[in-house]
């Protein structure tokens, strides 16, 4: 069993957690931005010609660029806390496989064949699949659900926002030009916090996912305390704009 029970060991591993999901956070940050950014501009450069009804379209032909960012930022997470939650697992089974000897009268002697050898030795490559062949196979099934899933609640915001902006212009009784500006200016406003907070929640999403898989695929028992999912850093939810994402 892999147990954190003491309040500094806990309090080193949640330092690291924090500490290495940052720099991966402020990646797919700066990758979003621009984005989310396009969609608002591509949508007012129509509403400044007059086209109101293909704001939509506008903001979908970003989606498969949006989707190949999320997944590559899930591989980057997998990868990246995969790696180091193997690591771990197999400084644990070394210690398991080539234990000291239980006690003074008994003796293991590394060179006898009741030695106990690593289980890819003992067998056949072909009659199993490794722990790592089943974690990259259920992650690649994630990140692919997961991706389409967040980007689609990603553009629904974004067409509802700019839809509002549209609906309070032309109430106000805007130009198309002042209405284009209106659209602009909003994404200029929302989306620095709006990207920041996608990266947030979707880094320590899919942190917690890799190492919950990668645990799962060694059966190894494991007790951990994860950072609380409802602190501020990974709020799903934008409390002044009133939506997700």
């Known amino acids: 069993m892999i147990n954190i029970t003491n309040k500094k060991a806990r309090r080193r591993y949640q330092q690291e957690f924090e500490r290495h999901s940052i720099r991966l956070?402020?990646?797919?940050?700066?990758?979003?931005?621009?984005?989310?950014?396009?969609?608002?501009?591509?949508?007012?450069?129509?509403?400044?010609?007059?086209?109101?009804?293909?704001?939509?379209?506008?903001?979908?032909?970003?989606?498969e660029r949006l989707h190949r960012i999320f997944k590559k930022h899930y591989k980057r997470v997998t990868a990246s806390f995969g790696r180091k939650a193997f690591r771990i697992f197999e400084e644990v089974q070394a210690k398991s496989i080539y234990p000291e000897s239980p006690s003074s009268d008994i003796i293991i002697d590394p060179e006898s064949p009741d030695y106990p050898l690593p289980i890819d030795v003992i067998i056949e490559p072909q009659e199993f699949k490794t722990p790592k062949d089943e974690y990259w196979r259920s992650m690649d099934r994630w990140a692919a659900t997961q991706a389409a899933e967040k980007v689609r609640r990603i553009q629904k915001t974004t067409k509802k926002v700019i839809a509002n902006v549209i609906r309070k212009g032309m109430g106000e009784g805007e130009s198309h030009r002042e209405i284009a500006k209106r659209i602009r200016k909003t994404s200029?406003?929302?989306?620095?916090?709006?990207?920041i907070t996608i990266s947030l929640t979707e880094t320590h999403t899919a942190a917690v996912k890799s190492v919950d898989t990668a645990v799962a695929s060694t059966r190894i028992e494991m007790q951990r305390e994860w950072l609380s999912s409802k602190d501020s850093r990974t709020r799903t939810r934008d409390v002044r704009g009133g939506f997700e994402h």
């Open 25 to 63: 956070e402020r990646t797919f940050a700066r990758e979003i931005r621009p984005v989310l950014g396009r969609q608002f501009f591509n949508a007012a450069a129509l509403v400044r010609q007059g086209v109101l009804d293909a704001v939509d379209h506008a903001v979908d032909l970003e989606r």
């Open 188 to 195: 200029a406003v929302i989306n620095p916090h709006r990207s």
